[in-house]
């Protein structure tokens, strides 16, 4: 029997394969339809918390990644942790900052949170998050973050900006002195440094300390606690002829004493017996610690042998939607300065942001489907009474 097959179609074997691609088409059209319908389930589920970033840190890499996604008027949280404002809240005078005139930790601080504050997108939370998980219920990637005070949020990317901690020596009389006679952040306090000036440590770091502590005193003293340096020959070599440098091995502090106010000596232990010494200011720099110790951390992403998050040039995880930011991610303590953190976090909000619009591309309309529940509810919590007309361009 012969057909009258259309134009484009040849033969019955082509005939068929027509076929099928429309029922795939119509299938795939259906599948985004459930998985839109499905999508809206769980992120009902999650109340009106849904954003594009959840940002986990709240200290000067989350608030530069808020301030980032402020920007480009995209949506996000922050989750301020137990320190709201991270290890700079300590710091005396912030002078490194191009641009920005000598002032204490907590005011640069301050002005940030003000800045994201005025926002009608970003939000900012006073809370810990405890847990993160993977909801994969309704086909798509999305990213569940439940927090200390019951609440869930969820948002197809995150932002990991835990930071870190300098570690201590952990003696006595040491908490008293610690941002008085105390610094671990050479670059950062150097400038206050006077009078007998000890650095404890021997690794590439306690150099690198060193070197820029005689900017501001003629002579340091390096106190090791092996009988060797642990630092790069290339390191030692700089420092093992200049003679105002002094290293002494085998040295351990085992208390610090001063009148409350400033720290006067230091009691040594070395391999000849107890020894005080007068000292106006201590360096350490003995290690840090990056706070990646969560379970829920651990579970989605890897870290080096350290702890610190490993990231690609993106800042992007080995988890694809989880992007880390800050001392958290940087190995090299050298690096742990302000201009640095804001780099890596201002990169980690715009590679966030764009993994989220690949996200919404993949099905046509759902951008659009969120766009008035995330307008609306920035709006609620930014306290504007009044329904825009136009959902923002930029959704
Ligand atoms: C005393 C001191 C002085 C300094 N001075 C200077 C200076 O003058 N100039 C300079 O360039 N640098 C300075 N630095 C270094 C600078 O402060 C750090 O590089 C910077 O704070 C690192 O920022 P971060 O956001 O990566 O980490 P952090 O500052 O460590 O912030 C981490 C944040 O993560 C939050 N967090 C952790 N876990 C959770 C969780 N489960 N849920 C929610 N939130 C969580 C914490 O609450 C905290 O807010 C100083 C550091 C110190 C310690």
Same mark, same amino acid.
């Given at each position: 029997?012969?057909?009258?097959l259309p134009?484009y $179609?040849n033969s019955?074997?082509?005939l068929f394969?027509w076929?099928i691609a429309l029922?795939?088409?119509?299938a795939?059209?259906?599948?985004?339809?459930n998985?839109q319908?499905?999508?809206?389930?769980v992120?009902?589920a999650? #109340?009106?918390r849904f954003?594009?970033v959840?940002?986990?840190?709240g200290?000067?890499?989350?608030?530069?990644a808020?301030?980032k996604?402020v920007s480009?008027?995209?949506?996000a949280?922050?989750f301020? &942790?137990?320190v709201p404002g991270g290890?700079?809240?300590g710091?005396v005078?912030?002078d490194?900052?191009?641009?920005?005139?000598?002032?204490?930790?907590?005011q640069?601080?301050e002005?940030?949170?003000?800045?994201?504050?005025?926002?009608?997108?970003?939000?900012?939370e006073?809370?810990?998050?405890?847990?993160l998980?993977i909801?994969?219920?309704? &086909?798509?990637?999305?990213?569940?973050?439940?927090?200390?005070?019951?609440?869930?949020?969820?948002?197809?990317?995150?932002?990991?900006?835990? #930071?870190?901690?300098?570690?201590?020596?952990?003696?006595p009389?040491?908490?008293?002195?610690v941002?008085?006679?105390?610094?671990?952040c050479?670059?950062?306090?150097?400038s206050?440094?006077?009078g007998?000036?000890?650095?404890?440590?021997?690794?590439d770091?306690s150099?690198?300390a060193?070197?820029?502590?005689?900017n501001? $005193? %003629?002579?340091?003293?390096?106190?090791?606690?092996?009988?060797?340096?642990?630092?790069?020959?290339?390191?030692?070599?700089?420092?093992?002829?200049?003679?105002?440098?002094?290293?002494?091995?085998?040295?351990?502090?085992?208390e610090?004493?001063?009148?409350?106010?400033r720290?006067?000596?230091?009691l040594?232990?070395?391999?000849?017996?107890?020894?005080?010494v007068?000292?106006?200011?201590l360096?350490?720099?003995?290690g840090?610690?990056?706070?990646?110790?969560?379970?829920w951390?651990?579970?989605?992403?890897?870290c080096d042998?350290?702890?610190?998050?490993?990231?690609?040039?993106?800042?992007?995880?080995?988890c694809?939607?989880?992007?880390?930011?800050?001392?958290?991610?940087?190995?090299?303590?050298e690096?742990?300065?302000?201009v640095?953190?804001?780099?890596t976090s201002?990169?980690?909000?715009?590679?966030?942001?764009?993994?989220?619009?690949?996200w919404?591309?993949?099905?046509?309309?759902?951008?659009?489907?969120?766009?008035?529940?995330?307008?609306?509810?920035?709006?609620?919590l930014?306290?504007l009474?009044?329904? %825009?007309?136009?959902?923002d361009?930029?959704?």
């Amino acid at each position: 029997m012969k057909l009258n097959l259309p134009l484009y $179609v040849n033969s019955w074997s082509q005939l068929f394969l027509w076929f099928i691609a429309l029922i795939c088409t119509a299938a795939c059209s259906a599948e985004r339809g459930n998985v839109q319908d499905r999508l809206s389930e769980v992120i009902s589920a999650c #109340g009106d918390r849904f954003v594009d970033v959840i940002i986990v840190g709240g200290g000067p890499a989350g608030l530069a990644a808020g301030r980032k996604v402020v920007s480009l008027r995209r949506s996000a949280v922050i989750f301020m &942790g137990d320190v709201p404002g991270g290890q700079l809240i300590g710091s005396v005078l912030v002078d490194n900052v191009p641009g920005v005139p000598g002032q204490p930790g907590w005011q640069l601080i301050e002005s940030e949170e003000a800045c994201i504050k005025k926002s009608e997108t970003v939000h900012i939370e006073y809370d810990i998050v405890v847990d993160l998980a993977i909801d994969r219920s309704s &086909g798509k990637k999305l990213f569940i973050v439940t927090t200390k005070e019951g609440d869930a949020w969820c948002a197809p990317a995150i932002i990991l900006a835990t #930071g870190g901690t300098a570690k201590f020596l952990e003696v006595p009389g040491e908490a008293d002195y610690v941002n008085k006679s105390i610094f671990t952040c050479a670059s950062c306090d150097g400038s206050l440094a006077r009078g007998n000036v000890f650095v404890v440590g021997g690794g590439d770091a306690s150099i690198d300390a060193l070197m820029t502590l005689l900017n501001y $005193v %003629p002579h340091c003293t390096l106190l090791v606690r092996k009988h060797a340096l642990r630092a790069s020959a290339a390191l030692q070599e700089r420092i093992r002829h200049n003679g105002h440098i002094t290293i002494r091995y085998g040295v351990e502090v085992v208390e610090v004493k001063g009148d409350g106010e400033r720290m006067h000596q230091l009691l040594l232990k070395t391999d000849h017996g107890f020894e005080l010494v007068d000292a106006d200011y201590l360096f350490l720099s003995i290690g840090h610690r990056p706070t990646t110790d969560y379970p829920w951390l651990r579970l989605l992403v890897a870290c080096d042998r350290q702890g610190y998050i490993g990231v690609d040039c993106h800042q992007q995880t080995s988890c694809a939607g989880i992007f880390a930011a800050g001392e958290v991610a940087m190995p090299f303590v050298e690096e742990h300065q302000l201009v640095y953190v804001y780099g890596t976090s201002t990169r980690a909000a715009k590679q966030a942001l764009d993994y989220c619009d690949r996200w919404y591309e993949e099905i046509p309309g759902l951008k659009e489907s969120l766009a008035p529940r995330l307008y609306q509810r920035q709006r609620r919590l930014s306290g504007l009474q009044t329904a %825009p007309n136009q959902y923002d361009p930029l959704y």
